[in-house]
T-cell receptor, first 116, second 115 residues
Framework: GAGVSQSPSNKVTEKGKDVELRCDPISGHTALYWYRQSLGQGLEFLIYFQGNSAPDKSGLPSDRFSAERTGGSVSTLTIQRTQQEDSAVYLC??????????????FGPGTRLTVL | AQKITQTQPGMFVQEKEAVTLDCTYDTSDPSYGLFWYKQPSSGEMIFLIYQGSYDQQNATEGRYSLNFQKARKSANLVISASQLGDSAMYFCAMREGEYGNKLVFGAGTILRVKS
């Protein structure tokens, strides 16, 4: 079946602009995660959605970052007033949450964000 | 404190040889999962292998095996019969709890397979 998809694959924006990044998880996966991969910070967790529960936002670096998940499927990560330090690859992952066991997170191809 | 430590920034291995990539972890949660992912230059993160904290046997998936030493808190990845296509960045990651939690990643190890 189809894997996790993300769009756009690349985004170049000017400092101060808002951007929206989209993630479409694997069908049937109830959990969705956003991570950020940057040269200086490695791979960092941003936010986690599980079904209808309140999201775990503990990884969001500032209040300029927000995310939503509509209908338990597609998610959008929004970065307002982008800064140059926001430049990174934003990775989305999803998992089935079958209960105790593997609960493997499968990653999308990422969105490379460049803030000029 | 670092939760996941990968001490080898880069490794070289001869084609067809075996290679071990090191990973140590730190957690006080008795229930956790350990994962290895491969990231080729194309950037995709590919799941390789999983080891649960309660698993009695070391995990194996084809040419990949995980040398799990719980008392030492290490979860080294062994790749047997290396292939040129194994050249990539390899990340060790941990999930604390049974399931449904974020992954914490190590800094990664770049593996280069020589012909």
């Amino acid at each position: 079946g189809a894997g996790v998809s993300q769009s756009p694959s690349n985004k170049v924006t000017e400092k101060g602009k808002d951007v929206e990044l989209r993630c479409d998880p694997i069908s049937g996966h109830t959990a969705l995660y956003w991570y950020r991969q940057s040269l200086g910070q490695g791979l960092e967790f941003l936010i986690y959605f599980q079904g209808n529960s309140a999201p775990d936002k503990s990884g969001l670096p500032s209040d300029r970052f927000s995310a939503e998940r509509t209908g338990g499927s597609v998610s959008t990560l929004t970065i307002q007033r982008t800064q140059q330090e926001d430049s990174a690859v934003y990775l989305c992952a999803s998992s089935f949450l079958a209960g105790a066991g593997t609960d493997t997170q499968y990653f999308g191809p990422g969105t490379r964000l460049t803030v000029l | 404190a670092q939760k996941i430590t990968q001490t080898q920034p880069g490794m070289f291995v001869q084609e067809k040889e075996a290679v071990t990539l090191d990973c140590t972890y730190d957690t006080s949660d008795p229930s956790y999962g350990l994962f290895w992912y491969k990231q080729p230059s194309s950037g995709e993160m590919i799941f390789l292998i999983y080891q649960g904290s309660y698993d009695q046997q070391n995990a194996t998936e084809g040419r990949y095996s995980l040398n799990f030493q719980k008392a030492r808190k290490s979860a080294n990845l062994v790749i047997s019969a290396s292939q040129l296509g194994d050249s990539a960045m390899y990340f060790c990651a941990m999930r604390e709890g049974e399931y449904g939690n974020k992954l914490v990643f190590g800094a990664g190890t770049i593996l280069r397979v020589k012909s």
